[in-house]
């Protein structure tokens, strides 16, 4: 039986770049830290927690997407190829599509290869044929596949609405480097479209709290990284409805005057400051459209759910 092989690709995924980077936007003047960093081990778990509340529509809509357009994603992708998982997580919606593509080979790209270690064998064990890649790669600064990595004859799948996570030049920039590795096939990508305050207040701040215990673990991977001392009772979760940019941004609010420090530098978060954590941009069709053919996509195929909440996309 095939076994999963494990790359981690250090460029940008090393401590002293990583530690760097946090230092920057911890100084600068609105205080902001990357969303790659809520995607620990324990961010992993809560987030696929976050996936089962009744409130988070994207994952119950993306799934409803998968399932009932299965053939026609695959008669789009074609079968007996690759699949580059782009932000894998848990892998189950990659897996959705494993029988119905027939696949040869499945890479899951992360953040944490802590939590692909414990997705990935349980996963080969289920389909013992494809031959299984994880990778730990930071992609939001740089994406290009690592060595021992098959480069032909692979569909990308990034799903989740992650696109959403950067801003319109940052995904335009990931999205050229992406179109640029796909040779010969597409890129199916999914994305959260604009909807009414309600439904997204309710996604992004649930009542059981889960999103906020996932936003300010943060708080506890930086502590980790750079050896700060950021209380996280200090703090709460608070969203804001940005509809100038067609947006939900994240933030964690300081409760209390406190000053933070780490090695030989400090920030003082007054009552009521924001530390900038996420922002999830929502899209209509006509938008990621526009998006994907500026990087370089010529043909579209998408999938929307009954309510117009998610679309899923094939690029090529």
């Not at 999963?4 to 990583?18: A, G, I, M, V």
């Not at 349980?122 to 299984?132: A, F, R, S, V």
């Not at 335009?172 to 040779?183: C, D, G, R, S």
Request: charged share 20%; proline share 4%; net charge negative.
């Amino acid at each position: 039986m095939l076994v999963p092989k494990y790359l981690t690709e250090t460029r940008f995924l090393n401590q002293q770049s990583l530690s760097h980077e946090i230092e920057l936007g911890l100084l600068s003047e609105s205080a902001t830290i990357s969303p790659k960093f809520l995607y620990d081990s324990l961010g992993s778990h809560l987030f696929t927690a976050i996936t089962l509340l009744p409130e988070y529509y994207p994952t119950k809509k993306e799934k409803e997407i998968l399932d009932r357009y299965q053939l026609e994603i695959a008669e789009e992708l074609g079968t007996g190829k690759g699949l580059i998982d782009l932000g894998a997580g848990n892998c189950q919606k990659a897996e959705s599509l494993f029988n119905a593509l027939k696949l040869e080979s499945y890479v899951a790209i992360d953040f944490s290869i802590d939590y692909l270690k414990e997705i990935l064998p349980q996963l080969q064990n289920k389909y013992p044929h494809i031959e299984m890649y994880g990778i730990g790669m930071d992609f939001s600064k740089e994406f290009q596949l690592p060595q021992g990595i098959p480069k032909m004859n692979n569909n990308f799948f990034y799903p989740g609405s992650s696109i959403g996570n950067f801003t319109p030049v940052e995904a335009a920039h990931l999205l050229t480097q992406v179109h640029a590795q796909i040779h010969d096939q597409g890129l199916l990508i999914g994305v959260d479209l604009m909807k009414e305050d309600k439904v997204l207040s309710d996604a992004y701040d649930d009542p059981l709290k889960l999103t906020a215990a996932f936003n300010l673990n943060i708080l506890r991977v930086i502590n980790s990284q750079i050896g700060s001392n950021f209380d996280v009772s200090e703090f709460k979760h608070t969203i804001k409805i940005n509809h100038s940019l067609q947006r939900v941004e994240l933030y964690l609010e300081a409760l209390t005057n406190t000053t933070v420090t780490w090695r030989d530098q400090k920030r003082t978060f007054k009552r009521g400051e924001l530390i900038h954590t996420e922002n999830s941009h929502k899209y209509t069709i006509d938008s990621i459209k526009s998006l994907l053919k500026s990087v370089g996509f010529k043909s579209f195929t998408f999938w929307t759910d009954p309510k117009n909440f998610f679309a899923l996309l094939y690029a090529c």
